[in-house]
Antibody, heavy 114, light 107 residues
């Protein structure tokens, strides 16, 4: 059974870099497709990007200039970095397998405030 | 990019009512569509995957149908615990996209 755990800093100042990590336990390294999704307070779900073990990560065009996702060599960890954060980046961030029978991490609230 | 348009944005119904939420894709996505229920303060919970497959543990009063561009989530007999916000999501092509959400309340 696949399990997902995520962690990272929850409070940032404007212009800092958001960094979150997602660990996937029990999954197949050959079928590794993980997305990050965020949800600002009181709003809907926004897809940030997907990393997999075959191609370069694919990012939402609205965030592409500030986002980097990477997969470790063991294909068990996915990291998300968002540079130069602003207040509008305040959201709950989820690590998610969105293809097919989706699986969600528990979510991490990231607050950007001076 | 494939857009998904969900309707209605909010819905109020009585216990026992049949409830329908629709999702329309801007292009053919075959059956690559998921439906989620989200309760306040919680992560979304998968209800239907692949347009019509009921996720394990989800009550059988939930059903999904559709293919191509038009999809429907149906609750055959609304129960109080079904309140929350429902989202559709397409995974036919990148970038993946979500519907705007439907807030379901009990009348």
């Amino acid at each position: 059974q696949v399990q997902v755990q995520q962690w990272g800093a929850g409070l940032l100042k404007p212009s800092e870099t958001l960094s979150l990590t997602c660990a996937v336990y029990g999954g197949s390294s050959s079928d590794f497709y993980w997305s990050w999704v965020r949800q600002p307070p009181g709003k809907g779900l926004e897809w940030i990007g997907e990393a997999n073990n075959r191609e370069r990560p694919y990012y939402n065009s609205s965030l592409k200039s500030r986002v980097t996702m990477s997969v470790d060599m063991s294909r068990t960890h996915v990291t998300l970095k968002v540079r130069s954060v602003i207040a509008a980046d305040t959201a709950v961030y989820y690590c998610v397998r969105l293809r097919g029978r989706s699986l969600w991490g528990q979510g991490t609230l990231v607050t950007v405030s001076s | 990019d494939t857009q998904v348009t969900q309707s209605p944005s909010s819905l109020s119904a009585s216990v026992g009512d049949r409830v329908t939420i629709t999702c329309q894709a801007s292009q053919d996505i075959s059956n690559y569509l998921n439906w989620y229920q989200q309760k306040s303060g919680k992560a979304p919970n998968l209800v239907i995957y692949g347009a019509s497959n009921l996720e394990t543990g989800v009550p059988s009063r939930f059903g999904g149908s559709g293919s191509g561009t038009d999809f429907t989530l149906t609750i055959s007999s609304l129960q109080p615990e079904d309140i929350g916000t429902y989202y559709c999501q397409q995974y036919a092509s990148l970038p993946f996209t979500f519907g705007q959400g439907t807030k379901l309340e009990i009348k």
